[in-house]
């Protein structure tokens, strides 16, 4: 099966109840901007409603698109498997906060929850990192964690 965002969201976490909350605290629980959000989730009709005239969010469904559309607008493409050795022109190689039991420099990816991928550079959602992990590329990131999680 090919390794895209869609994928790995779907693969990510078994399915949960359906929720709907209004925009404004739907935004605060995934701790995006409301607009953000409702542009994410405006084209994909299960993932809003208007019972009664008031806007409604599908949180489950509203989670999965927007960080669809995140992955597309950072244009994000999953490392499939092993450990990356380039990187193309334009692109940095990024991995999640997850650090395995016997992870090092050629720890493969998909192990244990440990994904990397390359996008477009985001200086400020991204920080070197200097873990020795993929040491044929020199130079990777990571995500910058917030201080609420």
Not at 107 to 112: C, Q, S
Request: proline share 8%; with cysteine.
């Amino acid at each position: 099966m090919q390794a895209t965002v869609f994928n790995v969201l779907k693969s990510a976490a078994p399915r949960q109840p359906v929720r709907w909350l209004d925009l404004k605290s739907a935004a605060k629980e995934l701790d995006v901007l409301p607009g953000d959000l409702w542009r994410a989730v405006r084209p994909h009709r299960r993932a809003w409603a208007k019972p009664g005239g008031t806007l409604a969010i599908n949180i489950t469904a509203a989670r999965d698109y927007y960080w669809l559309a995140e992955a597309r607008r950072r244009q994000i493409r999953y490392v499939r498997s092993g450990v990356p050795r380039t990187v193309r022109a334009g692109r940095v190689l990024v991995h999640n906060h997850v650090r395995p039991i016997g992870f090092g420099p050629r720890y493969p990816v998909g192990g244990d929850g440990f994904r990397a991928w390359t996008q477009v550079p985001e200086p400020h959602r991204l920080e070197r990192c200097d873990c020795g992990w993929a040491p044929a590329c020199r130079v990777h990131y990571r995500i910058i964690r917030s201080s609420s999680a």
